[in-house]
């Protein structure tokens, strides 16, 4: 049971269980769903009692799969509503990611997506800062290396789960394909992961070649399926001199009867403005330290 008293207006409680404003209020007069007031004589509702109420009755409540998280999940609905910050939801999921509750991981994104929050802005607001939190725990040394492959392992599940749920519904005759991968000798994953996700979402058809992946093998298959778009994940561990060797070997390779766009992202390209495209022969080549832009990117393309 949540240590929080967390309370929702009429308004917020008919909008958590799908139903209209007058049948909270019907339900709190008849005495079937306790509250309180407020000194202006509103009805308050508290989280718990809202949840038992569902339950009781067998009524779907959009903070049901949170169980006793439900009262922090609304405090972070709510601050994320209206100060546009996700840190009590990143507090939820790094609890939730150390115990692998990776199911109510992908519930709280299915819900930010319902609420109409960009699957890219989630990403760089909830997902990345989590990560970033337990790498900094691991560099200081206050993880060991079988924790910090525990989670990593959990946030990839969570990012496979949300990939099979939509996979199929968004594929057409008329997808796109791209190629998706991580750099030769490149041994983090989930940026990769996300792109991948980002594009099935946009209907996009992908082709993933996952960790450690020899430069030209993103060249031969892009050829071998035909792919439009080849996108790179590199961490920054790796150094520009890295990024410029892939820029280098993948144009060379480059076949003008099968055009592409190459993408190269990574934490790394947030140090790096400038590259000096003169005589590189692919049809756009960009580089991106986040989801956001990536996605914007991508919107503007044909």
Partial sequence: ?????????????????????????????????PCSAT?????????????????ERNSPCVLSPFGPDAP???KGLD????????DQLVISTQK?????????????ISLLLEEKHSLAAVMD????????????????????IGDEHYVT???REVLIGLSLNSRETRLSTESKTAVVGCARGEVHELGALMVRLILENAGWRTVYLGLNVPTE????????????????????????????NIVTLMNRMYEDHAPYRLAIGGAIMAHYTEFNQEGLAFEDLSFFDAIVPFHAWLEGQD
């Fill in 125 to 144: 607001g909830l997902l990345s800062p989590v990560m970033r939190h337990f790498g900094s725990l691991y560099v200081k040394g206050d993880m060991s």
């Fill in 96 to 108: 939730w990611l150390e115990k692998s509750e990776t199911t109510r991981i992908i519930a709280l």
């Fill in 153 to 155: 392992q959990s946030m």
């Fill in 1 to 33: 049971m949540s240590d929080l008293n967390v309370f929702l207006s009429t308004k917020q409680a008919a909008s958590l269980l799908r139903v209209h404003e007058s049948s909270v209020k019907r339900w709190c007069n008849g005495g079937e769903l």
């Fill in 39 to 55: 000194s202006g004589g509103h009805r308050k509702i508290q989280v718990e009692h809202l949840m038992a109420f569902a339950k």
């Fill in 72 to 74: 922090e999940v609304w």
């Fill in 79 to 86: 601050m994320l509503d209206g100060r546009s910050s996700y």
């Fill in 217 to 244: 093998e993103f060249a031969d298959q892009q050829r071998k399926h035909e792919a439009g778009l080849v996108c790179v994940s590199i961490t920054p561990v790796s150094g520009w001199g890295d990024v410029q």
